[in-house]
């Protein structure tokens, strides 16, 4: 019943900012952990950063002091701001609960970063 439909990437240099954000059809979402992955080709996919109904966060060590995950629930969107993007952030991100994904996979925002 649930999509959550993300969008935001693109292209940036090196030390630039992207600002991603994931929209649920329905506010059924606002109770869950929700989570931001990527996927790099031939990588598996990883959590990047999760935020609970509560507003406690956690974060992937690589992406700690530079990406800030956040919800507005009047939205029904999940934010991550990507600051400080290094090219090993390039990867097709997307959303979805966490720990289990029970949301059917959207089609990801692809994030590119060029040194």
């Known amino acids: 019943q649930v999509r959550l439909v993300e969008s935001g990437g693109g292209l940036a240099q090196a030390g630039g900012s992207l600002r991603l954000s994931c929209v649920a059809s329905d506010s059924i979402a606002n109770l869950y952990t929700m989570g931001w992955y990527r996927q790099a080709p031939g990588n598996q996919r990883e959590m990047v950063a999760v935020?609970?109904?509560?507003?406690?966060?956690n974060y992937e060590e690589s992406v700690k002091g530079r990406f800030t995950i956040s919800r507005d629930n009047a939205k029904k969107t999940v934010y991550l701001q990507m600051n400080n993007l290094k090219s090993e952030d390039t990867a097709v991100y997307y959303c979805?609960?966490?720990?289990?994904?029970?949301?059917?996979w959207g089609q990801g925002t692809q994030v590119t970063v060029s040194s």
């Open positions: 979805n609960t966490f720990p289990a994904p029970i949301v059917d």
């Open positions: 935020i609970n109904g509560g507003g406690g966060t």
